[in-house]
């Protein structure tokens, strides 16, 4: 087995917007799905409001507590947006004006005909010492801060801005998943699969019910590292079904 | 003014499978605007894995620090099911069987066929002096202790059992809320914003820009409990729009 050690990583989800329910939120199972091809683990993720003790507490205790911590929201030019200023207290530094980021600003403000103005300039705002991450829609970038990643909330800009930290993120081994989906009911499945969780104890297995217009389904997933212990546990599964007159519904290719 | 008691919640999702990507998360804003008809304001959410201690956790943090707590996932009847044990931990109270949850599952599987087994028994567990919620689509309850309230993470099932509690909730007055959607940049907007919220500090003005294949929009979004005042504050806002000439988008009705 290769290099096993869990690499972790916190969102932290920043905007009234989300909590009220008036927009919901996209960026979690982007972030989630992304992170895990590079075998980084999303651990936890927490919304909060556009209050600044609510944005630093957070911030504090995810980036201590996981390796990578990761924001969406807040980054824009008005006075609900103050995920810059929140991390720069966060870590104790001071927020500056970022010279690059209001060079990017500047040149696309130029080429657009957008007018400076101080609230615009908010945006050129990091933390000192933070490098930038880029933003190739609209100019503004997000910034990163020691294991702190600060990005758009839009998802069109935040995927924009993910996809070029590839190469800033240092995963463990990827975790690898097999799905095994059946017609057999959560509680007759309960006791065998809570025995195969003993015998594979290191390979996470999740049962997860669903109602669909044949009946209901359960997929029972599991997540490790190693393909092969992987492959051994699902066949285990399926043996498992079999055994209890249940059948495997064919994966999609 | 009627009673401005701010009254807050927080929803704890518990489950690997919204942490990993798989399976998207709908109850949030459900959950959230639910909450808002009823005058209660979700103010924090957290989503943590399938593990006791992450769990108990985020119990005793939300359940202390907000008037309600409501979770979602993890009360079926299989080994990752762990939310009934963990609650029941972090109120140190005993896990027990409910006599009334296990009469209404032996009811429903009696007249469906389905065995009693011990997995399935699990069920019916539930910290010493819960109080049950509905489930009218699978039976097995959810259940009540003190603030928290443990549903179901199945959209189909924490809908039900979320609609039979209104009458157990008391909200605050509700949050109401209007939409300015203009054509107008946020950087443009920013300043005039900015001073508005300074002129309106108990109305919560929120900025959220948007992409449309007609262009840039922005909706500027009011909150407050007072319908009066928010009709003033949003007045404002088309008045400063057009002020920096822009237009302002009919609304739907």
């Known amino acids: 087995m290769a290099d096993s050690k869990i690499v972790t990583a916190a ?13 919901k939120d996209a960026n979690l199972p982007f972030i989630a799905e992304g992170l895990g091809t590079m075998g980084i683990r999303l651990s936890e993720v927490r919304v909060v409001p556009d209050v600044a003790e609510e944005i630093i507490g957070a911030v504090n205790v995810l980036r201590e507590k996981y390796d990578y911590l990761f924001t969406t929201g807040g980054i824009g ?7 810059a200023e929140c991390v720069a207290a966060a870590l104790d530094l001071p927020l500056v004006q970022n010279v690059e980021a209001r ?74 998943s097999e799905s095994v989906v059946c017609n057999l009911p959560e509680g007759q499945l309960a006791t065998g699969l809570a ?14 019910p669903s109602y669909a217009h044949s009946g209901f389904r359960v997929a029972v997933v599991l997540r490790h590292t190693d393909a092969d212990l992987l492959e051994a546990a699902a066949a285990a599964v399926m043996v498992l079904i079999d055994e209890l007159g249940g059948e495997v519904e064919p994966q999609e290719p």
């Open 77 to 83: 030019p008005t006075h609900d947006d103050i995920t």
């Open 195 to 208: 025995a195969l969780q003993e015998r594979y104890p290191d390979v996470d297995i999740g049962s997860y």
């Open 103 to 176: 060079r990017r600003l500047e040149e696309r403000w130029a080429s657009t005909g957008i007018e400076i103005n101080e609230a615009r300039l908010r945006m050129a705002n990091t933390p000192e010492g933070a490098t930038l991450i880029d933003n190739p829609v609209s100019a503004a970038p997000g910034f990163q801060i020691e294991n702190v990643f600060v990005m758009a909330g839009v998802p069109k800009i935040m995927q924009a801005m993910f996809g070029s930290l590839r190469e800033r993120l240092v995963g463990g081994a990827p975790l690898l």
């Open 11 to 23: 969102l932290l989800i920043i905007g009234n917007e989300i909590l009220s329910g008036r927009t």
